[in-house]
């Protein structure tokens, strides 16, 4: 009996996670699972799973978590209770190194079919080879780029396309300095320590690619334009 009860519990989970548009789904779930209908809950999609078999309970620093697979998948609900969802990341590493994604806290179990969906966005955010685990709120103009690929692509080609035809060394290493100059807030001395470069170095490269995008850094429209495209390379051009 408590096998049966258990596969049931896993099944509502399941059917919340989908989404799908059943009555009284949430309550019922509540009901075999032990969890309250009304509450706030985290969903995170993870890739590749770990350690305690999928579907099953865990507690850890007083949240209550429930894993399970989906394909390639590793989804995680949490019941957040009153804490803040920001504590979920430094969590989930101890049993999955990531990558993964994080979705919006969600109102209650009927919420999860759409935090999940949003967890899997904020997992697409992820670079190939990271392994952060980020919350969607933490990268929404990515989000928005990566849930769009047909946009994305002609984003790309439309912004970085002289680039695409160069030497890809070439090509890498004019990414790689932008990214650099954007992370270091615009600072082209602080992006040369980062390159091992001269601060001279970095701004002829930027200006080699202002020419070859015939766009501008100095120009917020066309700096915007820039990042997310920058973006959409970095998460969809195919790896060496």
Known sequence: MRGRSD???????????????????????AHSLGLPEQGRYAV???????????????????????????????????????????????????????????????????GLGDARRLAEVALLTCPPGTTEIVRLEERLPTALVVSQPELSARLVADVFGPLLDLDPADRALLMRTLEAWLECGGSAGRAAGRLYCHRNTVLNRLRRLERLTSRSLSRPRE???????????????PQP
Do not use: K, Q, S, Y
């Not at 596969?7 to 779930?29: C, F, I, S, V």
């Open 7 to 29: 596969e049931r519990g896993r099944a509502l989970l399941d059917a919340l996670l989908e989404g799908r548009p059943e009555p009284d789904l949430a309550a019922h779930a």
């Open 44 to 110: 995170a999609v993870l890739r590749p799973g770990g350690g305690a078999p999928a579907g099953v309970a865990m507690e850890a620093d007083g949240l209550r978590f429930l894993r399970r697979r989906r394909a390639d998948r590793e989804v995680v609900v949490v019941a957040l209770g009153d804490r803040d969802p920001a504590v979920l990341a430094g969590l989930l590493v101890r049993w999955c190194p990531g990558p993964g994604g994080i979705g919006p806290v969600a109102d209650g179990l009927a």
């Open 223 to 237: 700096l915007v334009e820039m990042m997310l495209a920058l973006d959409a390379f970095r998460l969809t051009a």
